[in-house]
């Protein structure tokens, strides 16, 4: 079945560190990617999105580009700041599967000044 | 921006007693997720409506849980009766399927239930 496996949390970088959070996923077709970002106490709000192989989704700064050889959808940042601080999730769905999200177990990100 | 809304923000509750959260979709959108989340098992779908009508709702207890849609602009989600294990933040999610893709989804800010 489908499944999305991100890296391990927590990670803690520096202020204007560079960024990697590790995604793969398993899908039986060919799905949508997304990353969502949580900051404390809130919901769940969509960073970037790609829709096909090589496409890169990009916002604020994150990117990600889905690459179907590896099945992979890493996220970085050339330049963390603190309020970067939050949940990142990664997250896949697919028409085979009606569209439902399969989300990665969150890996936590703290920024320090 | 358009928004989920979702009530109550907060809950508590004594074990035993009927619960009913509610949300709001986007005006427009079609489809409609909850999702719970807890530390320990991290987000979990619960069920989830395309255009009202119910198409999976195999990750929720079905002793105790219920959802429904009553119109496009409410979704609700019932525990009747709560149990303590029920406490997690409860996450309603609404998009829009157009031709088989996925353009995201969007949060509300979750309901927090807490049952002693």
């Known amino acids: ?113 | 921006d358009a928004r989920v809304t979702q009530t109550p923000r907060h809950k508590v509750t004594e074990m035993g007693q009927e619960v009913t959260m509610r949300c709001q979709p986007i005006l427009g959108h079609n489809t409609v997720f909850w999702y719970r989340q807890t530390m320990m098992q991290g987000l979990e779908l619960l069920a989830y409506f395309r255009n009202r009508a119910p198409l999976d709702d195999s990750g929720m207890p079905k002793d105790r849980f219920s959802a429904e849609m009553p119109d496009a602009t409410l979704a609700t989600l019932k525990i009747q009766p709560s149990e303590p294990r029920d406490s997690a933040v409860y996450f309603c999610a609404s998009g829009f399927d157009r031709g088989g893709t996925n353009y995201g989804y969007t949060f509300g800010s979750g309901t927090r239930l807490t049952v002693v």
Request: with cysteine; hydrophobic share 35%; net charge negative.
């Open chain 1, 1 to 113: 079945g489908d499944s999305v496996t991100q890296m391990e949390g927590p990670v803690t970088l520096s202020e204007e560190a560079f960024l990697t959070i590790n995604c793969t996923y398993t899908a039986t077709g060919y799905p949508s990617l997304f990353w969502y970002v949580q900051y404390p106490g809130e919901g769940l709000q969509l960073l970037l999105k790609a829709t096909k192989a090589d496409d890169k989704g990009s916002n604020k700064g994150f990117e990600a580009t889905y690459r179907k050889e590896t099945t992979s959808f890493h996220l970085e940042k050339g330049s963390v700041q603190v309020s970067d601080s939050a949940v990142y999730f990664c997250a896949l769905s697919e028409l085979l599967t009606g569209n439902q999200f399969y989300f990665g177990t969150g890996t936590s990100l703290t920024v320090i000044p």
